[in-house]
């Protein structure tokens, strides 16, 4: 399959403008491409070009785009029409699994082969969505954090039958207009960023009915603290640089007792241990990234459905199971 140069795309299809279609939209507008949206609902282009032009001054503060206005918005009622010479088409209806596998397969029947659909969905797996399609390699996920217009992150995978080279393709589009997209190796659940916010959540939501604090503590208590580090780092970074010149290494030496929560399941830290007489600084997350197996071998790969059952803790942080992990350097 010939795919187009992904930083040479002008013309995008937006199917579906809710708050992420619209995102979308505006800031491929702001990219300087042609924009041709769809969306059944009734008043939706005029949601629509209101809300790109709401979004334009934030992308003109943020040096997104020099154009004093959006121009090359098109709007088109039926789905057909909106995909009419598109390049690269971004899907964005309603969480609905059957609506969408219907939805894809009714794309796929006029799209020409080497046009890239990418899905929006924050939950479904590609494997699902692509199961009705005629050309099911060029399907991949391409789900952003909202705002998609403000906030960089797209989590990009394929499914079962996706080609490789979609993956690949779908990667250096989203950078090339301006997003920071990362590359899930094997499909799940909800993907990555909501799993994470789900953890905190269900947490959240717990120290609430427990007594522990009001839900506007709570709130504080990520927004003036963590929730500061966060916007720099994540997870990894943040235990590496607790191990000061010892680096994540030292951290899990320091931290890593699975047994340290006490009573408290949720409390437990993961078995995560470094290699034994490992040199200081050699853990360095932002030098040389540690990659992690399952103690025993890796965790093999789970086709389509619920979080996968090997994974050892469920979304309120508990342990179910499963074998420790180990930092390989």
């Known amino acids: 399959?010939?795919?187009?140069?992904?930083?040479?795309?002008?013309?995008?299809?937006?199917?579906?403008?809710?708050?992420?279609?619209?995102?979308?939209?505006?800031?491929?507008?702001?990219?300087?491409?042609?924009?041709?949206?769809?969306d059944p609902a009734p008043e939706a282009e005029t949601r629509l070009r209101g809300f790109v032009a709401r979004a334009w001054p934030a992308l003109q503060a943020l040096g997104l785009t020099g154009a004093e206005e959006p121009q090359g918005l098109r709007f088109a009622t039926d789905v057909e029409a909106a995909l009419e010479g598109a390049q690269f088409v971004q899907e964005n209806a309603p969480e609905?699994?059957?609506?969408?596998?219907?939805?894809?397969?009714?794309?796929?029947?006029?799209?020409?082969?080497?046009?890239?659909?990418?899905?929006s969905t924050s939950a479904f797996l590609m494997s699902a969505l692509q199961r009705d399609c005629r050309y099911p390699g060029r399907c991949v996920l391409g789900h952003p954090f909202n705002p998609p217009h403000l906030v960089p992150l797209v989590e990009v995978a394929g499914g079962n039958k996706t080609d490789a080279e979609t993956v690949d393709w779908a990667l250096d589009f989203y950078r090339a207009v301006g997003q920071h997209p990362i590359r899930l190796k094997r499909e799940i659940y909800r993907h990555v960023a909501n799993r994470l916010q789900s953890v905190l959540w269900n947490e959240a939501v717990q120290l609430v009915e427990q007594g522990v604090a009001e839900p506007a503590d709570i709130d504080a208590a990520v927004a003036y603290g963590p929730g500061l580090r966060w916007a720099l780092m994540g997870p990894f970074l943040t235990h590496h640089l607790?191990?000061?010149?010892?680096?994540?290494?030292?951290?899990?030496?320091?931290?890593?007792?699975?047994?340290?929560?006490?009573?408290?399941?949720?409390?437990?830290?993961?078995?995560?241990?470094?290699?034994?007489?490992?040199?200081?600084?050699?853990?360095?997350?932002?030098?040389?990234?540690?990659?992690?197996?399952r103690a025993g071998g890796r965790p093999r790969p789970r086709p389509g459905g619920d979080p996968p059952r090997d994974w050892p803790w469920d979304w309120a942080g508990k342990r179910r199971g499963g074998g420790p992990l180990t930092a390989v350097w």
């Open 96 to 119: 609905d699994e059957a609506l969408k596998v219907a939805l894809f397969a009714r794309m796929d029947a006029v799209l020409a082969p080497e046009v890239i659909i990418a899905s």
């Open 242 to 293: 607790a191990g000061g010149e010892g680096g994540l290494a030292k951290a899990l030496e320091m931290f890593g007792d699975p047994q340290d929560g006490g009573d408290d399941p949720a409390m437990r830290r993961p078995p995560i241990a470094g290699p034994e007489g490992a040199p200081a600084g050699r853990a360095g997350c932002h030098r040389r990234r540690p990659r992690y197996r």
């Open 1 to 38: 399959m010939a795919l187009p140069e992904p930083n040479k795309i002008s013309r995008v299809a937006v199917v579906g403008c809710g708050t992420i279609g619209a995102g979308w939209a505006a800031l491929f507008l702001a990219r300087g491409m042609w924009v041709t949206a769809s």
